[in-house]
């Protein structure tokens, strides 16, 4: 009988945690009787270390993607893997202290770094949590993977990727095609007209969902660029999102003025709006990120990717283009003739639609909870 669960992440990306909340919300709301934790496990080890290390992950992906994306391609094997492999068994040490100190029955990650701790202290006897893995891209790395024989179970995204595992020595009873967990808000229904009027939004007309805020990744031109050509499309309305990104948002109202769109693009700073908008949205314009991809797809959109950090994010824009559910704008791409024929084409966009619903695994969050809790 599972009591308690600890809920593991790290902080180099926004996904890992909004996979991790997830499960723990759905955890406390659904299993009363049942304890959870969530916690930064490399911020646990040493907060010192993990302000130096998010830091230099976000630094490099934002100045220097692509040293980035040969980092992330490096550390599958050769040195880089043995030194990360390394560093996460001398970490393990420290993570023994809260193992030994919660006694939980069952670990959940959605870190490569956490599986690779948990498993480490598990060869060594230190420990017999069960584990679970939870990847949170469209694509596998093997640093996901290290240490394969002490985790309990791997949930995946798609059937491709428990393929890749299964390939790799990974056993496929321990494999789960779930998806990657979802917050509860893109479940329910909404009032559409409410939601249009309420970001003073044309009913009837098609409405673009543009996430240009991001400071990560190729591009902040580019991103610019793209959103002149959709603001230049008279037959559509966007909601744009500058995030954290304040020149971001002035380059955007600076152009949306100079057009005199103001009445059909609206530019917002921060939303915790996200599933009600894409409830009303034709089209969602981000760069692919696990977490944003599946909110995307939960909710039947046709996805426009920009700017993917080399690495997990190209990798995910492949999969989705290759799924027909995503056009992948790139460097020498003629922006304006790319949008012109996708908006000219409504079978197309509907064509995108029904297989994003295809793809789509909604109940994500509650499927692999119910796997490990009711098992």
Known sequence: MIKKVIVLYASY???????????????????????????????????????????AYTEMAKKAPNTWGHIYKGSEKGPLAQ??????????????????????????????????MCSYLK??????????????????HNQWIVGHEYTDYFFVSHLGMKEDLISAGVSSEKIYTTGIPLSNKFLLEYNKSEILESFGLTPGKKTVLFFGGGELGLGKTRTLNIFKSFVRNDNIQIVAISGKNQKMKEHFQSFVEEMGKENSVKILEYTDKVAQLMSISDLVVTKPGGLTTTESLASGLPIVVINPIPG???????????????????????VEKILNDLFSNPDKIQEMKVHAR???????????CEILLNS
Request: net charge positive; proline share 2%; hydrophobic share 35%.
């Open 312 to 334: 997990q994010e190209e990798e995910n824009a492949k999969f989705l283009e290759d799924n027909k559910v995503a056009i992948w704008i790139k460097k020498k791409d003629d």
């Open 13 to 55: 990306g926004g996904g890992h945690l909004s996979a991790a909340r997830s499960i723990n919300e759905y955890i406390e709301n659904n299993y009363p009787n049942i304890n959870t934790e969530l916690i930064d496990c490399v911020k646990y080890i040493n907060k010192t270390l993990e302000l130096v290390t998010t830091k």
């Open 83 to 116: 030194i990360s492999t390394t560093s996460n068994k001398v970490m393990a040490l420290k993570l023994e202290k809260l193992l030994l100190e919660k006694n939980p029955d069952l670990v959940i990650s959605t870190h490569p770094f956490a599986s690779q």
């Open 123 to 140: 060869r060594k006897g230190k420990t017999n949590v069960k584990l679970a893995t939870i990847l949170t891209d469209f694509a596998i």
């Open 358 to 368: 295809l793809m789509a695994k909604k109940n994500s969050t509650r499927d692999i």
